[in-house]
């Protein structure tokens, strides 16, 4: 390999990992802490070696040699968390227009994908949801330098009830399309979580329920039983993974959480049972309320069939009302978009719709910073901005806790103490 390839490789490497040697002191005008929802007036933030080591003010003594990041004007946040995009799916290809395209061509959209999220501000992504293992290749291409984009928690493959919302449900009998992780039993469930793990999986997802974008199911039947979900959450528990279950219907969100589930996704059409269930069981709820307002307006130009959309009308207020319920009762919410079934790197237009709908914008930024950090595990590593945990940062111009979709146009972006996206 030449010295040029090798350079160009290194730098590639520290732009997407945040790697590096050198000392980064980055200031600006405040800092929001987000967990107490105050504000550190000039901060300074040192990192070494892709790890915050000191949050001081500005006057404070910079180490020897740091190179300096200065930002006027700016409020910091820690990098933002979205728990549920599909980095290997596109809005722009719905119903059955997704099929004239190979395989391959989902994990390359995906590099752009990836490049977008990073640069709207979100520094750490769950992908729920991906086939041909386009996800797992996509975080090990960042993981090693050779694409920007954020950390990735990788599903694989989501799997549920042959014939459910997590099979394949486009084709008639003679082209014989299956999943290929259907679960029927729950010893296939726990063989699915023991395969998928193997072939890097770090978070297992179900289907527990019917969806909106699949064919000839309802949002709110039930697709996988207690026992089944039980199965799976126990052995994905064993190897300390957690378990994301697709669940919009009110039996179908009781039993998940019954089952033993860390996150409910969409819980579109719970009910109060349900409710008062998942605050009893500390569950996280992540509700993709933003979505509807994309797919009611671009989904019939992209291809998606009229059965979806319709299925897609009759939930979204439901879903969005419920969301306001169970924020007022108490259940633990995560920031969950559910990217791909809108543009990626459109995330960030989710909190105003978070605050319309009865959040402060202060509980709409925590379900992205601390609330998703301590569902993933990994309260040790990110979801603030303080000692110990990787130099993820994003910068605005602006109050985001008066005005909450500044975060919607982000002027500066940090990785690991690697500078992504800083506007002169």
Same mark, same amino acid.
């Not at 919302?165 to 008639?172: A, I």
């Not at 528990?237 to 279950?245: E, R």
């Given at each position: 390999m030449s010295a040029k390839i090798m350079a160009a490789a290194l730098a590639a490497w520290t732009l997407a990992t945040g790697a590096q040697a050198a000392t980064v002191a980055v200031s600006a005008d405040r800092l929001l802490d987000v967990a107490t929802g105050r504000y550190l007036e000039r901060p300074m933030v040192v990192i070494t070696d892709g790890r915050i080591v000191s949050v001081g003010r500005q006057g404070d003594a910079a180490p020897t040699g740091a190179e300096r990041v200065d930002l006027p004007g700016v409020t910091l946040l820690p990098g933002l968390i979205d728990m549920h995009v599909h980095l290997t799916s596109s809005p722009l290809y719905g119903g059955y227009t997704g099929y004239q395209f190979s395989d391959a061509f989902w994990t390359a959209i995906g590099v752009r994908h990836a490049k977008d999220t990073l640069e709207a501000g979100f520094t750490t992504v769950r992908n729920v949801g991906s086939s041909f293992w386009g996800d797992v290749g996509l975080r090990e291409a960042v993981d090693n330098g050779f694409v920007p984009g954020p950390r990735i928690v990788t599903a694989a493959y989501s799997f549920g009830a042959t014939g459910g919302?997590?099979?394949?449900?486009?084709?008639?009998p003679s082209m014989q399309a299956n999943a290929p992780f259907n679960s029927d039993s729950p010893d296939q469930g726990r063989a699915a979580v023991r395969k998928l793990r193997k072939y890097g999986a770090q978070v297992i997802k179900i289907c527990a329920t019917g969806g909106v974008f699949s064919r000839g199911d309802s949002p709110g039947a039930q697709q996988l039983s207690v026992e089944e979900m039980k199965s799976i959450a126990d052995e994905a528990?064993? %190897?300390?993974?957690?378990?994301?279950?697709h669940a919009h219907g009110a039996p179908g969100i009781k039993a998940a959480i019954l089952a033993g589930v860390d996150t409910i996704e969409h819980a579109s059409l719970v009910d109060d049972e349900g409710i008062k269930l998942a605050v009893q069981k500390g569950v996280w709820f992540g509700m993709d309320i933003y979505n509807t307002d994309y797919t009611q307006a671009e989904g019939k130009k992209n291809g998606v069939l009229e059965e979806n959309l319709q299925k897609d009308r009759d939930i979204g207020e439901i879903q969005r009302q419920n969301f306001r319920k169970s924020l007022k009762a108490g259940v633990k919410q995560i920031y969950a978009t559910d990217a791909g079934v809108y543009p990626h790197g459109d995330n960030a237009r989710q909190f105003a719709v978070m605050v319309r709908y009865g959040a402060t914008p202060l509980q709409a930024i925590q379900s992205a910073t601390v609330n998703a950090a301590e569902a993933l595990g990994w309260t040790r590593d990110v979801g603030q901005v %303080?000692?110990?945990?990787?130099?993820?940062?994003?910068?605005v111009m602006g109050d985001p806790l008066v005005d909450v979709r500044v975060l919607e146009k982000p002027v500066f972006v940090m990785k690991g103490g690697a500078v992504v996206k800083r506007l002169p």
């Open positions: 919302h997590c099979d394949e449900t486009f084709f008639p528990h064993l %190897s300390g993974m957690k378990v994301a279950a %303080s000692a110990g945990r990787y130099g993820d940062m994003v910068g």
